[in-house]
C-alpha cells in the first residue's frame, strides 16, 4: 500500500483514437470505421460461400460473423442480417448439419457482395449515433361490422370508414 504499492505498468496510457469492439474510434475527428482488413475477410468470405452448392451451420455463423460489423454503419442491411440468421436458427432447430443454397439465399448474399465491392466504408460521423431516433409510424387497421377502423398509434387518432 501507500506510494509504493502505485504499479505503473499497470496502467495503460489513454488514446484519442483506438480499436475496441470491431471498431476504429477517431475521437478528434469523430469519426468511426470498419477496418479495412474486415472488409477483406467479409469479401474472401462471401466469395467463398457463393460457390458453395451447401452452408454448413459453421459456414452461417462465418458469414453472420463478418457481416455483424456492416450493420453498425449501414441499418438497412439489418433484415438481410436476419434472414441469414433465420436459416441458422432453422438449421440450429432440425439438427441439421446446414442449409443448401437456394436461389433466394444467393440473391441474399450477392446482394451483400455487390454492396462490398462497389461501396466505400469511408466510416460514420459518431454525431449520427448522439440523438435518438423517432420511431416509425405505426397504423393499425382492424374490421368489424363493415367498418374499417385506421388508427395512428403515433398521433393518436383514428378514421373510421363505413
Known amino acids: ?92 432447430s432440425l439438427a441439421s448439419e446446414g442449409a443448401p443454397m437456394t436461389e433466394f439465399l444467393r440473391k441474399d448474399l450477392q446482394w451483400w457482395q455487390t454492396l462490398v465491392f462497389q461501396t466505400e466504408f469511408a466510416g460514420m460521423p459518431m454525431n449520427l449515433f448522439d440523438h435518438t431516433k423517432a420511431f416509425d409510424e405505426i397504423w393499425l387497421v382492424t374490421v368489424a361490422r363493415n367498418t374499417i377502423c385506421i388508427t395512428s398509434m403515433k398521433l393518436q387518432e383514428r378514421l373510421l370508414l363505413k
Open 1 to 92: 500500500f501507500g506510494s509504493d504499492g502505485w504499479h505503473e505498468g499497470k496502467f495503460t496510457t489513454w488514446s484519442r483514437v483506438f480499436h475496441a469492439v470491431g471498431i476504429d474510434w477517431n475521437i478528434p475527428d469523430e469519426y468511426i470505421t470498419v477496418p479495412q482488413r474486415k472488409i477483406d475477410k467479409l469479401r474472401s468470405v462471401l466469395a467463398e460461400t457463393l460457390g458453395k452448392a451447401f452452408l454448413s451451420r459453421k459456414r452461417l455463423d462465418s458469414v453472420i460473423g463478418v457481416l455483424r460489423h456492416v450493420i453498425s454503419f449501414i441499418p438497412i442491411t439489418k433484415p438481410f442480417i436476419q434472414r441469414l440468421t433465420a436459416v441458422k436458427n432453422r438449421c440450429r
